[in-house]
T-cell receptor, first 110, second 114 residues
Framework: GQSLEQPSEVTAVEGAIVQINCTYQ??????LSWYQQHDGGAPTFLSY????GLEETGRFSSFLSRSDSYGYLLLQELQMKDSASYFC???????????FGAGTRLFVKA | DGGITQSPKYLFRKEGQNVTLSCEQN?????MYWYRQDPGQGLRLIYY???????QKGDIAEGYSVSREKKESFPLTVTSAQKNPTAFYLC?????????????FGSGTQLSVL
């Protein structure tokens, strides 16, 4: 089977750095993606790691280690607008089916 | 602007009624998907379609049906067989490029039972 595990909630203060982890059990996949979803809104794509290592996009960075079956999303200089749910996702090879984790709810406090 | 349009934004279903959720995309994407999201939970795949006139069941297809007669359209019907239909439904599309798939989502339909 394939599954992705994330913490259900994370709380941090404005201006801080927060890391959201994602561990997975899957026989194989192309890469690890991250999506952001505000309450009542649509998920939007944040980042993709096809290879091991760190990918940086502005205040957001994402990391993948296939040997450790582990990835994370790093958010720097947190802003109130970053309060949202964050989902990790993978697509196993051989198909078009993307599997999502249950999501991590991030609360940013002033 | 290109994107995915879902309608209606809110939908109410009576007992024993079938309802259809609309999803249209003008991104020229081959693949389209329907996900269900329950409060505080992740996205679960209902159905997906790789090309016109072809679709496959996802993880929770029971009580749902789809069609893909046009590349741009992928409507979802929630049938009376779906006993717990209250949820947020998200349509998405993608053009996978060597596995670097990026999903584009519509704004969702909130379905509730009267």
């Amino acid at each position: 089977g394939q599954s992705l595990e994330q913490p259900s909630e994370v709380t941090a203060v404005e201006g801080a750095i927060v890391q959201i982890n994602c561990t997975y059990q899957t026989s194989g996949f192309y890469g690890l993606s991250w999506y952001q979803q505000h309450d009542g809104g649509a998920p939007t794509f944040l980042s993709y790691n096809g290879l091991d290592g760190l990918e940086e996009t502005g205040r957001f960075s994402s990391f993948l280690s296939r040997s450790d079956s582990y990835g994370y999303l790093l958010l720097q200089e947190l802003q109130m607008k970053d309060s949202a749910s964050y989902f990790c996702a993978v697509r196993p090879p051989g198909g078009f089916k993307t599997i999502f984790g249950a999501g991590t709810r991030l609360f940013v406090k002033a | 602007d290109g994107g995915i349009t879902q309608s209606p934004k809110y939908l109410f279903r009576k007992e024993g009624q079938n309802v259809t959720l609309s999803c249209e995309q003008n991104l020229n994407h081959d693949a389209m998907y329907w996900y269900r999201q329950d409060p505080g939970q992740g996205l679960r795949l209902i159905y997906y379609s790789q090309i016109v006139n072809d679709f496959q069941k996802g993880d929770i297809a029971e009580g749902y049906s789809v069609s893909r007669e046009k590349k741009e359209s992928f409507p979802l019907t929630v049938t009376s067989a779906q006993k717990n239909p209250t949820a947020f439904y998200l349509c998405a599309s993608s053009t996978p490029l060597g596995g670097n798939e990026k999903l584009f989502f519509g704004s969702g339909t909130q379905l509730s039972v009267l």
